[in-house]
Structure formats: C-alpha cells, structure tokens
C-alpha cells in the first residue's frame, strides 16, 4: 500500500506535457502487445447480446432478470439465464476454432495464395461464390519460379472452369463442386464450389485450404462441444423449466460454414435426449455479422433454407 501511495503521489506531481507523454508511452506498449498476440478472436460477449437480442425481436418481450450464472460460481454455470415474458431462458456460448496452422496459413496469404485471388475475383460476375479447394501447405517451401507457374496454371483453370459448374436449385450453401481435377503444372488436386446466392455479399472467390483427417477432427471437437454443453443447459431446462439456447460461434471461414456444422452436429445432437431447445451459428468472422439456425426443434438448418421463414 506503501508503494501504491508513492506511485499516485509522483503520478499528481506530473505537469500536463509529463501525463502526455506517459500516456503516449503506455498506449504504444499497449499496441505493441496487441500486435505480438495470435490467433482469432472469439467475442462472446457481444455474441451473447447479439442472440438474445434476436429473441428479444422474435418474441416481441424485453429480457428482464439478466443473471451471469458462471460470476454467481452456480452448479450448472451457463453463460446467460434471464426472462422474455414469463419464459426463463438459459444460454450457452461457445467458439469453433479454427484448423491447427491456420495462423501460420494467413501469415503467408499474401504471397502465396493473394496473385491468385487478385487474378480471379473480378472475372466470374456476381451471381454466385466459387471456392477453389486447395490442400493446407500445398504452396509451402516452394521457390519463385516454381510457385509463379502453379499459381498461373491455377488461375487459367479456375476461369476455365467455373462456367462449366452449373446452379443448385435452391441456396443450402451445400454448392455444386468440380472435382478433384488434375491440372497440368499443378502438383495437387484442385476442386471447385459454386455457391449460390453468394455465402458472403460482395465476395465471389474465396480459397479455403484442405486438411487430412478433417472430418474426424470436426467431429472429435463438436464431440468436445457437445459433452460439455448439453449437460449444463438441460440442468436449467429440468430445474427451472428454462427454454434452452446453444449458440456456436465461428471464427474462420477456412473450414466451417453453416453447412458443415449441420452436419456433423445433427448426428451428434439427436442422438441425445438432452440436447437443447434451440442451437444457432454465429460467423464473427464475416461483417456484418450472420447468424444461422442449426437445430430448433427438429427443424434444421436445410428446412430453413427452403422457405424465407424466420427462426
């Protein structure tokens, strides 16, 4: 306390330039460290707000009673309980993360996978998305020359192609593919989605990277999810007659869409009698914003993509 006290003392002892120039100095350390952290971000707070919110607009009530169950160290510590009417809600959040290398990936983006973009994005209109399927890693270690004739060899072909892969009959965002091709000059398959509407507005090419084993590891980590989630929200739903709320959020776009969550959660969620009420995805990672019904009910994410109704 003794030290606390010397400290705010020659703090008030600082003339106006002095305060500035400490703030200045803190600000930069701040920044410094900001900058040095890796990884993505998940933000579950403002994730939280944004679904209660959407239930708010669904229900036409007001939340009231807003309790933080994990700060009150309670026996089943949901991320959210509060009341829409007479009805308790209890809420869950969790983040998705994202491959193992995929820092490492981004990184390198510019000068391995950007020539390709920038060669592409402007010249397949704007109808629908095409995403080129690479392998993780397939550009590393790669000298100049060798990474200048694959990335050419890959552009001509993705021009080539991508008027050949005809229309889905409604969006799911499953996409028609082509592929896996062999492409000469190319020392891996490639293969190409046209996804319709466009998942991202504006955005009509995007590259997302392959990773061996995928499904597995997607299962294993919604598995993890699943084990550790359901268990606390239908504590709230037997206990206190709560309608529950599982909201996954996602964090990337490498790997993860609306589509490829469905379907490793439904297997996993309706095999067990204590899954919840309602389950959303959240992509963070897009702006503004979106989110998606994966199970409400027993009305999945694909019987929402055929109609226009709201979850």
Same mark, same amino acid.
């Given at each position: 306390m003794a030290d606390l006290s010397k400290l705010v003392s020659q703090l008030s002892e600082l003339t106006v330039l002095e305060a500035t120039q400490l703030s200045e100095m803190l600000r930069s350390r701040l920044e410094v460290r900001s900058k040095a952290k890796t990884g993505l971000s998940f933000y579950e707070g403002k994730v939280c707000d944004a679904m209660v919110r959407?239930?708010?607009?669904?229900?036409?009530?007001?939340?009231?009673?807003?309790?933080?169950?994990?700060q009150e160290n309670h026996q089943f510590p949901v991320e959210l309980a509060f009341m829409l009417g007479s009805q308790l809600y209890a809420l869950e959040h969790t983040g998705i993360e994202p491959f193992e290398g995929h820092v490492r990936?981004?990184?390198?983006?510019?000068?391995?996978?950007?020539?390709?973009?920038?060669?592409?994005?402007d010249s397949l209109g704007t109808e629908a998305l095409f995403e080129l399927h690479l392998p993780l890693n397939a550009l590393d270690g790669r000298k100049a020359a060798e990474l200048s004739v694959i990335q050419r060899a890959v552009i001509d072909w993705v021009k080539a192609t991508a008027p050949t892969i005809p229309k889905r009959p409604y969006p799911d965002y499953k996409g028609n593919r082509l592929g896996?091709?062999?492409?000469?000059?190319?020392?891996?398959?490639?293969?190409?989605f046209r996804f319709e509407p466009a998942i991202v507005p504006g955005r009509h090419f995007q590259i997302k990277h392959t990773v061996e084993n995928i499904e597995k590891l997607r299962t294993d980590r919604m598995r993890a999810v699943?084990?550790?989630?359901?268990?606390?929200?239908? &504590?709230?739903?037997?206990?206190?007659?709560?309608k529950s709320i599982l909201v996954l959020e996602q964090n990337?776009?490498?790997?993860?869409? &609306?589509?490829?969550v469905t379907d490793i959660y439904l297997p996993l969620a309706k095999a067990r009698t204590d899954r919840p009420d309602e389950t959303y995805l959240v992509a963070s990672c897009m702006n503004p914003w979106w989110?998606?019904?994966?199970?409400?009910?027993?009305?999945?994410?694909?019987?929402y993509a055929q109609t226009d109704e709201k979850s």
């Open positions: 959407r239930l708010e607009d669904r229900e036409q009530q007001t939340r009231t009673g807003l309790r933080w169950p994990e990936m981004e990184a390198q983006r510019q000068r391995l996978f950007e020539p390709i973009t920038d060669a592409i994005k896996p091709a062999k492409v000469a000059n190319v020392p891996f398959d490639l293969s190409l699943v084990n550790k989630k359901f268990p606390k929200l239908a &504590a709230w739903k037997t206990n206190n007659g709560a990337d776009i490498q790997l993860t869409n &609306a589509s490829i989110m998606w019904p994966i199970l409400v009910g027993d009305r999945s994410y694909y019987d």
